[in-house]
């Protein structure tokens, strides 16, 4: 299994970087430049073992590993001929950075990466499983520098057999159908909250700040509840997520909506990696049907949204959330019975 691994690199020891970039950009408008002329000339496509040949010993006068040089020569002829396209854009000053790498470009002890006669230090939030094959440095929108490392790593415990539904929401990110909820990081809404701060102040910089600090944080809390959640279950059933739970918050509906779908995302990919699998069912009733005796008697639209907790005529006191992420799990049951 191939997995991205990418590590914030710390800041006092970047400053050779933004030298490296400048470096691949040149590579890289050079391959534009040479492969479109040949093109225009010959018609003829360079490959990249042809771009390759035409940068021999470029890479120690710019200061970057010749693999470093192969690896921009590979990406420039893949990119081409995926998009179709005669020239690339150009990469400029505006580019954020990028410098790729193969293995044996870069050396790793603890939390030191050495590259070509540089070393860096580099926030080592959780070990690196199985053989490295190729990486890149690259930098974010606000200009900070991550180190990106793909490595294979070895095969995950299957998921343990159980299912479960989940309701995913607002107040709580994710409820199971075993009662558990999940909530946001508790940074989230503080930072929610300075959003909407600066937004009203039109302070742009401050914006972007916590727009990614938002954007962090709820990968984070993602990349949490999918891990539990795929390492005990073997069936995971989402809702398709209503429009209508958006109606009683100030957030944007793509925020929320990018958030739900990142979880989903996450959800899946990790389900596979452990043989499980996750299927999505429609939501439509979910909250109003009582899961013990299926009625529909629950609290209807969006009056219905404040309340948290409902009494069915059945006799059951149910909390809404849980008893939704019920029915989701039914309704998933049912669909894998019916096909
Ligand atoms: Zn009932």
């Known amino acids: 299994?191939?997995?991205?691994?990418?590590?914030?690199?710390?800041?006092?020891?970047?400053?050779?970087?933004?030298?490296?970039?400048?470096?691949?950009?040149?590579?890289?408008?050079?391959?534009?430049?040479?492969?479109?002329?040949?093109?225009?000339?010959?018609?003829?496509?360079?490959?990249?073992?042809?771009?390759?040949?035409?940068?021999p010993g470029v890479a120690k006068e710019l200061g970057l590993h010749s693999q470093t040089?192969?690896?921009?020569?590979?990406?420039?002829?893949?990119?081409?001929k995926q998009f179709k396209k005669r020239k690339l854009r150009w990469?400029?000053?505006?580019?954020?950075?990028?410098?790729?790498?193969?293995?044996?470009?870069?050396?790793?002890?603890?939390?030191?990466?050495?590259?070509?006669?540089?070393?860096?230090?580099?926030?080592?939030?959780?070990?690196?499983?199985?053989?490295?094959?190729?990486?890149s440095f690259s930098q974010d929108a606000r200009g900070r520098w991550y180190v990106n490392i793909v490595a294979d790593s070895e095969e995950l415990e299957?998921?343990?057999?159980?299912?479960?539904g989940i309701d995913l929401g607002l107040k709580d990110l994710a409820t199971?159908?075993?009662?558990?909820?999940?909530?946001?990081?508790?940074?989230?809404?503080?930072?929610?909250?300075?959003?909407?701060?600066?937004?009203?102040?039109?302070?742009?910089?401050?914006?972007?700040?916590?727009?990614a600090k938002i954007a962090n944080s709820r990968k984070d809390t993602n990349h949490k509840i999918s891990h539990e959640l795929t390492r005990d279950n073997n069936l995971i059933v989402v809702g398709d997520v209503s429009s209508s739970k958006l109606v009683k918050t100030n957030m944007a509906k793509s925020v929320l909506d990018a958030g739900w779908s990142q979880l989903k995302n996450f959800l899946k990919y990790k389900a596979i990696r452990r043989s499980g699998r996750l299927i999505e069912?429609?939501?439509?009733?979910?909250?109003?049907?009582?899961?013990?005796?299926?009625?529909?008697s629950g609290?209807?639209?969006?009056?219905?949204?404040?309340?948290?907790?409902?009494?069915?005529?059945?006799?059951?006191?149910h909390d809404r959330d849980i008893n939704s992420a019920l029915n989701i799990l039914r309704i998933g049951h049912d669909s894998l019975v019916l096909k």
């Open 91 to 135: 990469r400029s000053k505006k580019s954020l950075g990028w410098i790729p790498f193969k293995a044996s470009c870069i050396r790793i002890v603890d939390d030191v990466l050495t590259y070509a006669g540089n070393k860096v230090k580099f926030w080592k939030s959780r070990e690196i499983k199985g053989k490295i094959r190729t990486g």
């Open 299 to 317: 609290p209807k639209g969006l009056e219905g949204l404040g309340i948290r907790e409902w009494a069915c005529s059945c006799g059951t006191l």
């Open 176 to 211: 199971t159908s075993d009662g558990q909820k999940f909530k946001a990081n508790k940074y989230y809404r503080q930072y929610e909250r300075k959003l909407g701060l600066a937004q009203k102040d039109g302070k742009k910089r401050r914006i972007k700040t916590l727009h």
């Open 1 to 55: 299994m191939i997995l991205t691994y990418r590590f914030r690199l710390k800041d006092s020891s970047t400053s050779w970087l933004n030298k490296a970039a400048k470096s691949v950009n040149y590579v890289w408008n050079y391959c534009n430049e040479t492969s479109f002329n040949a093109i225009r000339n010959n018609s003829h496509f360079l490959s990249k073992y042809d771009l390759n040949k035409l940068t």
């Open 158 to 164: 299957p998921a343990k057999e159980n299912s479960i």
């Open 69 to 80: 040089v192969q690896s921009i020569c590979e990406e420039y002829a893949t990119r081409r």
């Open 281 to 296: 069912v429609s939501e439509y009733l979910t909250s109003q049907t009582c899961s013990s005796c299926f009625s529909v």
